[in-house]
């Protein structure tokens, strides 16, 4: 199996999107997914994360680290602070 670490970035796409990348990775043998979003997509990020955990690869992979942070976005002088969160999963040993 591959040691690859895969990455989806939440945006406005419906969560089943995202679920299904997330599952098409593991089912292509990478051994972890970073899920990243910022502002508004962070509860979809949280809502794909626990529907890939408890309803596709139940048993198979486990959430490992949830970081949540913030950055800054915009042109210099107009500039705001955005929160961002990346959720790792992980398939169990």
């Not at 591959?2 to 098409?24: D, F, N, R």
């Not at 990478?30 to 910022?38: F, G, L, Q, T």
């Not at 949280?46 to 139940?58: G, H, M, P, Y």
Request: aromatic fraction near 4%; charge should be positive.
């Amino acid at each position: 199996m591959s040691e690859a670490v895969g990455e989806i970035k939440v945006g406005a796409k419906p969560p089943m999107h995202y679920v299904l990348a997330t599952v098409i990775q593991f089912n292509q043998g990478v051994k972890s997914v970073h899920i990243k979003a910022r502002g508004r997509a962070i509860s979809k990020a949280v809502d794909v994360a626990q529907i890939t955990v408890n309803r596709f690869l139940k048993d198979k992979v486990e959430v490992k680290e949830v970081t949540i942070g913030s950055e800054e976005v915009g042109e210099p002088g107009k500039t705001r602070t955005v929160s961002t969160i990346e959720i790792v999963l992980e398939q169990k040993e």
